[in-house]
């Protein structure tokens, strides 16, 4: 395994959960000096700070220059498609104990069958303190064997409330105070949670010369580590290096810490006002800024070819792809596209395009959100995958540590010299 997938494997392995990915590009940004700055408490000018807001994180690396320079963003997302917890959990039935789950997103649900999965997220306690929890795996959906219904063989049908319903053991359970007990809570302890299954199986190198890569989470957790390992390996550019990492984004983004929200643009307001821009210095650094939207896209799938454009036929390990979409379902725009060109030119890395069939209605990302928002320039990018939105996703092991090049190349501005 290459030392960047070795990585990404154990960044994804520490990151069940949104809040536990932001907690990790904390742990990683304070490791190599960055400071945290806490929203309620006056915003310090220094060069190298983070923020997290519940599963979103936001890192900047400021020059030192006083006059207003541009923000080069990259933007990602924390969360990945699949099932919460639901309040009040525990049932039993026929002696068996089960966990009532609610779909989160829109995840591959017959990928979710027949695999092990633990609980991950936050748990709220009586005096508002937040405890971020991870059990083995403790519950599992089980497929209906065919003997009882001979029609599962032809057309699976998943009744999402009656049907995905796991077991957790035997008898009466009471899950959420077995998840508290894992933290030394106690069930009375524990006043509100954020539980999401999670895939307990670890990535691995698969294929047989060895150049595929199969894990849960890869949609979006190979771009929030691409942007963290650019942001910590890439040397000093002229403008504000910005990581903005947001929840939500398979949900539609609108929330206090999703690309729909506030979060962003009080940052970047708080850094301006931090150095004196001023009104207009703000409106200025916005002008002269960038976005990348990094987000997992498709390769083409070799069963189903005639689902994607016959000109466009992205395959893994070949670079990561350029997003494009007229009805800006991707923010992608002649200038934007010029823009990732000079990166991935100035960085070495191939670059690939993906375009949707017509007859194919295409997913969305955090980029035209951001740049609704914001105005900036916004170019949407990612790592191209099979099986997005499984439970385990599959790319390529090269794909990702070139989209951590170009991001790092970005980042130093060496767009500018090429
Ligand atoms: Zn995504």
């Not at 670059?351 to 007859?359: A, K, M, R």
């Not at 099986?387 to 951590?404: K, V």
Request: hydrophobic residues 40%; charged residues 15%; contains cysteine.
């Amino acid at each position: 395994m290459t030392s960047h997938l070795s990585d990404l494997a154990a960044f994804i392995t520490a990151s069940p959960s949104a809040y536990h990915a932001a907690a990790e590009v904390a742990r990683r940004l304070e490791a190599a000096g960055y400071t945290r700055q806490h929203e309620t408490e006056p915003w310090q000018p220094q060069g190298r700070r983070f923020l997290v807001r519940d599963g979103a994180v936001i890192a900047w690396r400021a020059p030192s220059t006083e006059q207003p320079v541009g923000f080069r963003i990259v933007g990602a997302h924390t969360d990945s498609p699949g099932f919460t917890l639901k309040p009040d959990p525990a049932s039993t039935a026929f002696g068996w104990a089960q966990a009532g789950l609610e779909v989160y997103g829109g995840p591959l649900v017959n990928s979710w069958l027949d695999r092990e999965f633990g609980l991950a997220g936050r748990l709220i306690t009586r005096d508002g303190e937040v405890r971020l929890v991870s059990t083995p795996a403790w519950l599992r959906i089980p497929q209906l064997a065919p003997h009882l219904d001979r029609s599962v063989a032809e057309q699976l049908r998943l009744d999402r409330q009656l049907h995905l319903k796991p077991i957790t053991g035997l008898g009466a359970i009471d899950l959420v105070a077995a998840v508290a007990a894992t933290v030394g809570l106690e069930r009375d302890d524990i006043d509100g949670h954020d539980l999401f299954a999670a895939v307990t199986e670890p990535p691995a190198i698969i294929g047989v010369a060895a150049d595929l890569f199969a894990s849960p989470r890869l949609d979006n957790l190979s771009s929030v580590h691409a942007g963290l390992v650019a942001l910590l390996a890439s040397g000093p550019g002229p403008e504000v290096a910005v990581l903005a990492c947001f929840d939500h984004e398979e949900v539609g983004s609108a929330s206090r810490s999703g690309a729909q929200g506030p979060l962003l643009e009080s940052v970047l307001q708080r850094i301006a006002a931090s150095r004196g821009w001023g009104v207009d210095g703000y409106q200025r650094s916005l002008a002269a800024s960038s976005l990348v939207s990094a987000d997992a896209g498709h390769a083409i799938h070799p069963n189903y070819p005639q689902l994607h454009d016959p000109e466009h036929r992205p395959v893994v390990n070949a670079g990561p792809l350029l997003k494009v979409n007229a009805n800006q379902r991707y923010a992608t725009q002649g200038p934007s596209a010029a823009l990732w060109h000079r990166v991935c030119r100035a960085a070495g890395v191939p670059t690939q395009v993906f375009v949707s069939n017509n007859e194919v209605p295409c997913g969305s990302t955090i980029g035209p959100l951001t740049a609704t928002r914001l105005g900036i320039v916004t170019v949407d990018v990612g790592i191209p995958l099979l099986s997005m939105h499984s439970a385990r996703e599959l790319c390529g092991t090269s794909d990702p540590g070139q989209l951590a090049a170009a991001l790092s190349a970005y980042f130093e501005g060496a767009d500018h010299s090429t």
